[in-house]
Nanobody
Framework: QVQLVESGGGLVQAGGSLRLSCAAS????????MGWYRQAPGKQRELVAT???????NYADSVKGRFAISRDNAKNTVYLQMNSLKPEDTAVYYC?????????????WGQGTQVTVSS
């Protein structure tokens, strides 16, 4: 089982920046896709950005040009740099990791970190 620990959330004014981190721990695993999702009050959880082990990225239209996802495979850590934050970015942000070894493929989630953007 892969354990995920997120950090870096907080309160920021509109236009500001935050950087989220998510570190995966465990023994003898390989993670393919890592990603960030978010859930605002009263809304469904939605994809923010994903990145494959090879570095291919995918972003929600709402964050393109403002957020950047990256990862350090040696540290099994994924980052989310969030710039030009807007009040509508306020949500709990969750890290997700797709473990592809050992089989079967398993998805793990972090506990979530709150991001609040004030206007």
């Amino acid at each position: 089982q892969v354990q995920l620990v997120e950090s870096g959330g907080g309160l920021v004014q509109a236009g500001g920046s935050l950087r989220l981190s998510c570190a995966a721990s465990g023994i003898g695993f390989v993670i393919n896709v890592m990603g960030w999702y978010r859930q605002a009050p009263g809304k469904q959880r939605e994809l923010v950005a994903t990145i494959t082990r090879g570095g291919n990225t995918n972003y929600a239209d709402s964050v393109k040009g403002r957020f950047a996802i990256s990862r350090d495979n040696a540290k099994n850590t994924v980052y989310l740099q969030m710039n030009s934050l807007k009040p509508e970015d306020t949500a709990v942000y969750y890290c997700k990791a797709e473990r592809t070894f050992p089989m079967p493929v398993t998805n793990s989630w972090g506990q979530g970190t709150q991001v609040t953007v004030s206007s």
